[in-house]
């Protein structure tokens, strides 16, 4: 499966960003989608997920912040980032796998598929 990601953008401190990801075809059950970012000279870190079955789990730093979500489909996957600050600034990629563990979601290394991510750049 391939993944498109997309929204990214420059914005002002406390702005609004929806990012999309598109699969190229619909996934088998047991699937979970993740987002991640990568700041330059950081190493990638997870940012959310969104599991087969709806659930969603969220890093501490975008929790009241972030939504992840998905099309009736199941085909696009949405993050919804409100009040961004400057630290949000990095480049966010979609990730798929399956039969990841709730556990692992938050690792990298779990997801098969990755998109080719689309940059977020927020100013002070």
């Known amino acids: 499966v391939q993944l498109q990601a997309s929204g990214g953008g420059l914005v002002q401190t406390g702005a609004y960003l929806k990012l999309s990801c598109v699969l190229s075809?619909?996934?088998?059950?047991?699937?979970?989608i993740g987002w991640f970012r990568q700041a330059p000279g950081k190493e990638r870190e997870f940012v959310a997920a969104?599991?087969?079955?709806?659930?969603?789990v969220y890093a501490d730093s975008a929790k009241g912040r972030f939504t992840i979500s998905r099309d009736n489909a199941k085909t696009t996957m949405y993050l919804k980032m409100n009040s961004l600050k400057p630290e949000d600034t990095a480049v966010y990629y979609c990730?798929?796998?399956?039969?990841?563990?709730?556990?692992?979601?938050?690792?990298?290394?779990?997801?098969?598929?990755w998109g080719q991510g689309t940059q977020v750049t927020v100013s002070s």
């Open positions: 990730a798929a796998g399956v039969g990841i563990i709730h556990s692992s979601l938050s690792v990298p290394r779990s997801y098969t598929y």
């Open positions: 075809r619909r996934m088998s059950n047991n699937y979970a």
């Open positions: 969104i599991k087969w079955s709806g659930n969603s």
